[in-house]
């Protein structure tokens, strides 16, 4: 069975930093590209960053390009989320999500197929 | 990034009806297109990839088309676990979403 755990939200002061993990469990880890979605409170979904499954690529939405950084770990099988320097509007829980489908290129993007619980990240004085 | 427009934001249906929620892509995507389906306090989940292929589990009654820029997301017969948002996804360059369609009971 396919688990996605997210760990590491809370709450922060703006400009501060904090580091999300996503420990996954019940497919080939080393096969899939993973992501991180977030959801503001009664609000829509932003796709946030990804990574391909070697690890070798990442991609970020413009939004948190330049403060964010995703990195995973093979021998973990866990991808994290760097974030720095949050602001109010970084206030959401984060998902984090499984590519459906394996891609064989940096330059291959899949729909997610598993998310995990999420873990709320509130950026407030 | 490519920007993705869903219409309408709300739609207010009765059971049994049929019922279209239609997506835009800001640039060409071929089939990139999936649609996820989301319950209050449960996470999304994935109903169509490649613009028209149904998901395992699925129920026949959802069906996807379209290509390039223009995509659509229909629900033949609404049924009472069908109300819930859904959302477009782009996968052609990165994976951004659409704001998302609410279908609630008219």
């Known amino acids: 069975e396919v688990q996605l755990l997210e760990s590491g939200g809370g709450l922060v002061q703006p400009g501060g930093s904090l580091r999300l993990s996503c420990a996954a469990s019940?497919?080939?880890?080393?096969?899939?590209?993973m992501s991180w979605v977030r959801q503001p409170q009664g609000k829509g979904l932003e796709w946030v960053s990804g990574?391909?499954?070697?690890?070798?690529?990442?991609f970020y939405a413009d939004s948190v390009r330049g403060r964010f950084t995703i990195s995973r770990d093979a021998s973990k099988s866990t991808v994290d989320l760097q974030m720095n320097n949050l602001s109010a509007e970084d206030t959401a829980v984060y998902y984090c999500?499984?590519?459906?489908?394996?891609?064989?290129?940096?330059?291959?993007?899949?729909?997610?197929?598993?998310w995990g619980q999420g873990t709320l990240v509130t950026v407030s004085s | 990034d490519i920007e993705m427009t869903q219409s309408p934001s709300t739609l207010s249906a009765s059971i049994g009806d049929r019922v279209t929620i239609t997506c835009r892509a800001s640039?060409?995507?071929?089939?990139?297109l999936a649609w996820y389906q989301q319950k209050r306090g449960k996470v999304p989940k994935l109903l169509i990839s490649?613009?028209?292929s149904l998901q395992s589990g699925v129920p026949s009654r959802f069906s996807g088309s379209g290509s390039g820029t223009e995509f659509t997301l229909s629900i033949s017969s609404l049924q009472p676990d069908d109300f819930a948002t859904y959302y477009c996804q782009q996968y052609h360059t990165f994976q951004t979403f659409g704001q998302g369609t609410k279908v609630e009971i008219k």
């Open positions: 999500a499984k590519w459906g489908e394996q891609c064989h290129s940096s330059t291959c993007y899949k729909p997610f197929d598993y």
């Open positions: 990574i391909t499954y070697g690890g070798d690529t990442t």
């Open positions: 640039q060409t995507i071929s089939i990139w």
């Open positions: 490649g613009s028209s």
């Open positions: 019940g497919f080939r880890f080393g096969a899939y590209g």
